[in-house]
């Protein structure tokens, strides 16, 4: 992601390269996006699993951040809620969103 941009600027291009995205794949309507905060070991794993996915990386704080004011905008009828999201700061690495139902 590019340095000079700030959190909310970030955000609101991650959420038009995922709206591009669901265009792209021809999601249906009541099809969405998963939003996750991994590992690098996680991303692998969810890469290896589901398609299309869309990743972004950044700083723990900064993804933290895109992280809820993302899935504040994402509204749309497949989007899941982590709301009991639990994370280790210090491994998180990116931010990524994958469609559970869209396995490869």
């Not at 890469?47 to 951040?65: A, C, V």
Request: include cysteine.
């Amino acid at each position: 992601m590019m340095g000079s941009l700030n959190i909310e600027q970030q955000a609101n291009m991650y959420l038009f390269e995922l709206n591009s995205c669901a265009r792209e794949y021809w999601f249906k309507p009541d099809e969405g996006w998963e939003l996750s905060l991994a590992t690098n070991e996680e991303r692998q794993a969810i890469e290896r699993k589901y398609k299309p996915t869309h990743t972004t990386t950044g700083l723990p704080e900064t993804l933290l951040q895109m992280h809820g004011m993302v899935k504040a905008q994402l509204v749309q009828p497949g989007f899941y809620n982590n709301s009991g999201l639990t994370v280790n700061t210090k491994e998180l690495k990116c931010l990524i969103a994958f469609n559970p139902d869209r396995l490869r």
